[in-house]
């Protein structure tokens, strides 16, 4: 009895690993034998390696960029921003592949956290709705009293979703926020009814659709998506560090800076099939053309050069102002929570 016991134990303390951001796997991203070199070694932790959004960083190191900087890159796995957020802050990783919103709300709390790398133009994110609750939300007007599915508490996916509901009359008091992850996950909550809905992305939204478990409410993976529902563009998935750290380590970060924009350079002149071609293939959980499709659904949000937009910051600070306390009445200083100084020397 002794022996299954322990057994078990060892196979529960598995299963809680698996599922926590600590015990994220690093080889899943790191294929290409980078640990053999002897470059600068950069933890970077990323709010999700299988989401789309955050495809350009599984892909530099796919594509062999960070190696050809000199870089040993470690990317790790954390499903929410908010807890990739937490490890930046407390040294455990040099960088975050996360929400550039992220930045302004630091600054406000006194941490200083900038965009080195502007991935994303807009959210690429998706409010869907279940099919069983499609009668009753037919637009973010009939939130009041629902249950809505995000990544997790004080992340960007909350974020946006108490925005839509201010913005359309309802009180973020009268919307329960559900962390409910990204995947598996959400399609489960989705499908038992744990969620009326709830904000993910691809591939999460192209295998909600296939399996007809809901329908697209609210699509910000396009830059017409964005300014309708958020009123501009909305920058979004970037690469940001700690501010001290980058002016500490200007050559680091500008090596970051070149193999990065030239994997959006490299993604704007292939086909969704081409970039699919280079993820590992364990991505394309609901099959291989399901996943090209949620690439071409999500490309427009991506930046060909890594630049951030010009009025993109004064939009989400518009954004998170609407709903968050800590921000409505603080000055934010917009120019120190991103930098555009190593994007502009990559070639």
């Not at 937490?86 to 709390?109: A, R």
Request: proline share 4%.
């Amino acid at each position: 009895m002794r022996t299954s016991a322990k057994f078990s134990a060892l196979v529960v303390a598995g299963a809680m690993c698996l599922s926590l951001s600590g015990c994220a796997d690093e080889s899943s991203a790191d294929t290409s034998g980078n640990e053999s070199l002897k470059g600068d070694v950069v933890k970077i932790m990323v709010g999700g390696l299988d989401k789309v959004i955050y495809l350009p960083a599984v892909l530099t190191q796919r594509l062999g960029y960070f190696q050809q900087e000199g870089l040993t890159v470690k990317l790790l796995s954390e499903p929410a921003g908010v807890q990739a957020t937490t490890s930046l802050l407390s040294g455990d990783v040099q960088g975050v592949v996360g929400f550039y919103d992220h930045t302004l709300d630091l600054q406000v709390k006194g941490k200083k956290v900038e965009s080195v790398v502007q991935l994303a133009q807009t959210p690429g994110e998706v409010e869907v709705v279940s099919t069983k609750a499609a009668g009753d939300i037919v637009s973010p007007k009939d939130f009041k009293g629902k249950k809505l599915g995000v990544t997790g508490l004080g992340s960007s996916t909350d974020f946006l979703t108490k925005y839509l509901a201010v913005k359309n009359g309802v009180d973020v008091s009268d919307v329960t926020p559900v962390a409910v992850g990204a995947g598996q996950t959400f399609l489960s909550a989705l499908e038992k009814g744990a969620i009326d809905g709830g904000m993910t992305t691809d591939p999460t939204v192209a295998q909600v659709l296939d399996k007809n478990l809901g329908k697209v409410l609210v699509d910000m993976r396009t830059p017409e998506g964005s300014k309708a529902a958020l009123g501009g563009l909305y920058p979004a998935s970037s690469l940001y560090m700690s501010s001290d750290w980058v002016n500490s380590n200007k050559e680091t970060v500008q090596k970051l800076a070149n193999a990065m924009v030239k994997t959006l350079k490299w993604m704007s002149e292939h086909t969704p099939e081409e970039i699919a071609e280079q993820m590992p293939a364990d991505y394309a959980k609901g099959g291989k053309d399901l996943y090209v499709k949620s690439i071409r659904s999500t490309l427009p949000m991506f930046t060909k050069d890594g630049v951030m937009p010009a009025d993109g910051p004064k939009t989400v600070l518009q954004v998170l102002k609407s709903f968050n306390p800590n921000l409505k009445n603080a000055s934010v200083d917009l120019e120190k929570t991103y930098t555009t100084e190593f994007v502009k020397k990559a070639g």
